[in-house]
């Protein structure tokens, strides 16, 4: 069936497809630079301020689970052990929001290091393949850190030390005698058996809540230590997040 004449004058009215200017002198191709790194850069805080929120809920979170559990001799240390599963819920996320902070913090650095870096301070033996790299991964971006090297990074930053505020105060609710009606009537457990019955959590026994306590905190001695190669802008001195 022809067109009707009114779709033949709509598509003689749209304007011809005109193809992307790119820059060909080097004025244009320095404003190009300038107002990429500065998106580049909005992008990287806009991560990076995710990452520092979720850092500020889980010390929150630590600061009212201390002062649910340690406030009155009566409460129970299983709101440490819920603390610890929150903090580690928090952990996951801000790994996660690592990853995505890294590929832009990655271009950035890369943009400074090979272009700016040469502008203030010439070196010899800079190549053009960082500016083909760049190109490749704006048209397929791949995370650079896997889920298991962001979390040993935010372990090591900061989730360590909240875990072992949660571990040290777990430890005192456990081995005192809880339950008690004063703080006054609180003392130390005088045997294992005593502490293994005041770390039993409803039909839970004391055994099982130390050892998953015990592996818990051996996966995060060990996430904490391990520390991978630098790779990426990591191996570019030691200013990171």
Known sequence: ????????????????????VFPSTSTEFINVMA????????????WRDRIDRTTNWAITVVAAMLSVSLSTPTAH????????????????????????????????????RNYYAQIFAPQDGTTDDWILKL??????????????????RRLRRNYCWLFLILLF??????????????????????SVGEWVRNAAIGPLPGWFVIATVAV???????????KPVGEGELAFGNVHV
């Open 77 to 112: 240390h299983g709101v440490l052990i819920f603390a610890m599963v929150l903090v580690l819920l928090l952990l996951v996320i801000e790994a996660r929001r690592y990853r995505f902070f890294d590929v832009y913090r990655n271009r950035v650095r890369r943009m400074e």
């Open 35 to 46: 107002h990429y790194h500065r998106a580049e850069i909005a992008r990287m805080a806009g």
């Open 169 to 190: 105060a777990w430890l005192v609710k456990t081995t005192f005698i809880r339950m008690q009606e004063s703080a006054v009537d609180a003392h130390l457990v005088t």
């Open 216 to 226: 818990f905190y051996g996966w995060i001695l060990y996430a904490s230590l391990h």
């Open 135 to 152: 190109g490749e991964d704006l048209r397929q971006p791949l995370f650079l850190t896997s889920t298991r090297q962001a979390l040993s």
């Open 1 to 20: 069936m022809p067109p009707k004449n009114d779709q033949i004058v709509v598509q003689n009215l749209r304007p011809p497809l005109k193809a992307p």
